[in-house]
């Protein structure tokens, strides 16, 4: 018997998501970000969140819902600014939301080194820059390092393709992104996929995030135009 | 003398860029100016392109029915896929530049140093809102980093500087800078003038305060 709870809906997936919690959300830009977890997340009563993500949403949908909604206490990611992050910048420059901008690299990095037990490690990324101020520095072989923390978080919200009913999953091109790290990385793994297929069905050797990192699985439909690319 | 003879345009400098760029070299172009140059790599080159967000061997811009929402590059416009290539998750994606397997990344720029130091992600405005995406790891990851941009401001002021003003992204890490009045080189002796489009080494002495070393003949 599988500990993987399966769900019928976003609702009942996140329903274990307490305000104040820190959560990880999958997705760059719009590619692999779980819009109906995020969608559901808004629906619920969770709020004074943080949210760990590359982005800050785009348009009104999605994380940059919850950002309008006032529910996101912080903000953790790489790249806000977008040209469709106006609730983000609206929230950053009333001072309504904290950010604590992150290179890329270190981002993925950090969020692996939690889900891997790392206490810290040491980055050339940053070093010399604004967002290493205040950070340890250490030269190692005569190049210099800042030395970085894991990122923690109580909940991932992750978009995959296709589950088995034991949770193994893989993703679509570049829509695996942040999720296998994130899977890892946090408490409890919340994970919508498009497809639900029997376990066996999936190539072992394929297998990108192995069941033992997922807790939950919703199966979602997508909307058929972001699926085919049609003008929305 | 006028000045509107003298420079080259965007899609020329991208030729140039791509023409320096090595057959069989794993290659990173960052977002805006530089995605020309993957217009003028040759087909038969075999230069494998790597995006930040888990791909190499990335495709020109995806166009009618190749859109597909899951297949975006750096710049989260809609790309392809061509044979051989494979999908990584994020953190193996930045290993894969800050373990130094990247032959060439090439990136736009505020300012660049004398010595290379690169300001590429921030302005320093107090009411701008900062990202910064994946251009620290990228500069400081890729054996080589070419930077491509204007050589001055819309004011006249040049970017190719003594020492850079604005917020750093990666201190001694541009090898190269192209720009639409000339091809400088970062070397230990100093900037190198490479060639210059339409304008004397000293015409182009003129405009930067650093002192350029003459290797255009």
Same mark, same amino acid.
């Given at each position: 018997?599988?500990?993987?709870?399966?769900?019928?809906?976003?609702?009942?997936?996140?329903?274990?998501?307490?305000?104040?919690?820190?959560?990880?959300?999958?997705?760059?830009?719009?590619?692999?970000?779980?819009?109906?977890?995020?969608?559901?997340?808004?629906?619920?009563?969770?709020? #004074?969140l943080?949210?760990?993500?590359?982005?800050?949403?785009?348009? #009104?949908? &999605?994380?940059?819902?919850?950002?309008?909604?006032?529910?996101?206490?912080? @903000? @953790?990611?790489?790249?806000?600014?977008?040209?469709?992050?106006w609730?983000?910048?609206?929230?950053?420059?009333?001072?309504?939301?904290?950010?604590?901008?992150?290179?890329?690299?270190?981002?993925?990095?950090?969020?692996?080194?939690? $889900?891997?037990? *790392?206490?810290?490690?040491?980055?050339?990324t940053?070093? $010399?820059?604004?967002?290493?101020? &205040?950070?340890e520095?250490?030269?190692?072989? $005569?190049?210099?390092?800042?030395?970085?923390?894991?990122?923690?978080?109580? @909940?991932?919200?992750?978009?995959?393709?296709?589950?088995?009913?034991? &949770?193994?999953?893989?993703?679509?091109?570049?829509?695996?992104?942040?999720?296998?790290?994130?899977?890892?990385?946090?408490?409890?793994?919340?994970?919508?996929?498009?497809?639900?297929?029997?376990? &066996?069905?999936?190539?072992p050797?394929?297998?990108?995030?192995?069941? *033992?990192?997922?807790?939950?699985?919703?199966?979602v439909?997508?909307?058929?135009?972001?699926l085919?690319?049609?003008?929305? | 003398m006028?000045?509107?003879?003298?420079?080259?345009?965007?899609?020329?400098?991208?030729?140039?860029? %791509?023409?320096?760029?090595?057959?069989?070299? /794993?290659?990173?172009?960052?977002?805006?100016?530089?995605?020309?140059?993957?217009?003028?790599?040759?087909?038969?080159?075999?230069?494998?392109?790597?995006?930040?967000?888990?791909?190499?061997?990335?495709?020109?811009e995806?166009?009618?029915?190749?859109?597909?929402?899951?297949?975006?590059?750096?710049?989260?416009?809609?790309?392809?896929?061509?044979?051989?290539?494979?999908?990584?998750?994020? %953190?193996?994606?930045?290993?894969?530049?800050?373990?130094?397997?990247?032959?060439?990344?090439?990136?736009?720029?505020?300012?660049?140093?004398?010595?290379?130091?690169?300001?590429?992600?921030h302005?320093?405005?107090?009411?701008?809102?900062?990202?910064?995406?994946?251009?620290?790891?990228?500069?400081?990851?890729?054996?080589?980093? /070419?930077?491509?941009?204007?050589?001055?401001?819309?004011?006249?002021?040049?970017?190719?500087?003594?020492?850079?003003?604005?917020? =750093?992204?990666?201190?001694?890490?541009?090898?190269?800078?192209?720009?639409? =009045?000339?091809?400088?080189? !970062?070397?230990?002796?100093? !900037?190198?003038?490479?060639? %210059? /489009?339409?304008?004397?080494?000293?015409?182009?002495?003129?405009?930067?305060?650093?002192?350029?070393?003459?290797?255009?003949?």
């Amino acid at each position: 018997m599988s500990r993987v709870s399966f769900h019928d809906t976003v609702l009942e997936a996140v329903a274990g998501i307490a305000s104040g919690a820190t959560v990880m959300v999958s997705g760059f830009g719009s590619a692999g970000q779980p819009v109906q977890l995020i969608e559901a997340l808004l629906e619920s009563a969770a709020t #004074d969140l943080t949210i760990v993500s590359n982005n800050a949403g785009g348009g #009104d949908v &999605g994380l940059a819902a919850l950002i309008r909604e006032g529910r996101v206490r912080k @903000v @953790v990611c790489s790249f806000p600014r977008q040209v469709d992050s106006w609730h983000f910048d609206q929230a950053y420059r009333a001072g309504a939301l904290e950010l604590e901008l992150v290179p890329q690299g270190n981002l993925a990095e950090r969020i692996r080194a939690a $889900g891997a037990g *790392i206490g810290a490690f040491f980055t050339p990324t940053g070093y $010399g820059t604004p967002l290493a101020e &205040g950070k340890e520095t250490r030269v190692i072989d $005569g190049r210099p390092f800042v030395l970085e923390h894991p990122i923690h978080a109580e @909940v991932a919200l992750v978009a995959a393709h296709r589950a088995d009913r034991l &949770g193994n999953l893989v993703y679509r091109r570049t829509a695996r992104n942040f999720g296998p790290i994130m899977a890892a990385a946090a408490e409890t793994t919340i994970v919508q996929v498009d497809h639900v297929v029997p376990t &066996g069905s999936l190539d072992p050797e394929s297998i990108v995030t192995p069941c *033992i990192y997922v807790d939950h699985v919703v199966r979602v439909e997508r909307d058929p135009a972001a699926l085919t690319g049609a003008p929305t | 003398m006028t000045t509107t003879a003298r420079g080259i345009d965007r899609d020329a400098l991208a030729r140039i860029v %791509a023409a320096d760029i090595p057959a069989g070299s /794993f290659v990173n172009l960052g977002i805006g100016l530089p995605t020309k140059v993957a217009n003028h790599l040759a087909p038969d080159s075999g230069v494998m392109l790597h995006t930040e967000n888990g791909m190499l061997g990335m495709g020109p811009e995806a166009v009618g029915d190749e859109v597909d929402p899951d297949l975006v590059n750096a710049g989260k416009i809609p790309v392809t896929e061509l044979p051989g290539a494979s999908y990584f998750h994020h %953190a193996d994606s930045f290993a894969m530049m800050r373990g130094g397997h990247l032959d060439i990344c090439v990136l736009g720029a505020y300012q660049v140093s004398a010595t290379g130091d690169l300001a590429n992600w921030h302005t320093g405005a107090p009411d701008a809102v900062p990202a910064v995406g994946g251009a620290m790891d990228l500069a400081l990851g890729a054996k080589q980093t /070419f930077v491509m941009m204007d050589l001055l401001t819309r004011e006249g002021a040049a970017k190719l500087v003594r020492a850079c003003t604005y917020p =750093l992204t990666g201190l001694a890490c541009v090898t190269r800078v192209y720009t639409d =009045l000339a091809v400088f080189l !970062v070397e230990d002796r100093g !900037v190198v003038v490479r060639e %210059a /489009f339409g304008l004397t080494f000293d015409d182009l002495q003129a405009l930067v305060d650093v002192p350029l070393i003459d290797g255009t003949h």
